[in-house]
C-alpha cells in the first residue's frame, strides 16, 4: 500500500508566537533558520506558549547572518495544534509542513 502524499507548504516568523498555519494538523517537515549575534534556540510548542514541546533546534552564534537547516526524517513530527514558535535570538525560521 502507497503512503499518502499531501502539499508541503512554508511559514516565515521574524518573531515568537503563533505560526498561524491555520490546520488543525500539521507535520513539521524541515526547518531553515537565521542565526543571532549570540547562541540561542528555536522551539516548536504543541498547544501554545506553555505547551509540549516537540521540536528544539539550539542554534550557533554568529557574527555575519549565519543560516542553518534542519531535514526531519521520515514523516516529520506531528503537531495536532497550530504550533507555537519560540525565537531565542534566532532573527528568523522558515518551516516547512504538509
Known amino acids: 500500500m502507497a503512503s499518502m502524499q499531501t502539499d508541503v507548504k512554508s511559514k516565515n516568523l521574524t518573531a515568537t508566537g503563533a505560526s498561524g498555519v491555520g490546520l ?14 549570540t547562541a540561542g534556540s528555536i522551539s516548536f510548542k504543541e ?16 557574527t555575519a547572518a549565519g ?21 531565542t535570538t534566532a ?3 522558515t518551516f516547512f509542513y504538509g
Not at 488543525?24 to 549575534?37: D, L, N, Q, W
Not at 543560516?67 to 525565537?87: K, N, Q
Open 24 to 37: 488543525p494538523r500539521a507535520r513539521v517537515k524541515g526547518i531553515y533558520y537565521v542565526s543571532g549575534a
Open 91 to 93: 532573527t528568523s525560521v
Open 67 to 87: 543560516s542553518g537547516m534542519v531535514v526531519i526524517p521520515g514523516e516529520g513530527v506531528l503537531f495536532l495544534a497550530d504550533p507555537y514558535v519560540t525565537l
Open 47 to 62: 498547544g501554545g506558549s506553555s505547551g509540549t514541546e516537540l521540536i528544539k533546534i539550539d542554534t550557533p552564534a554568529s
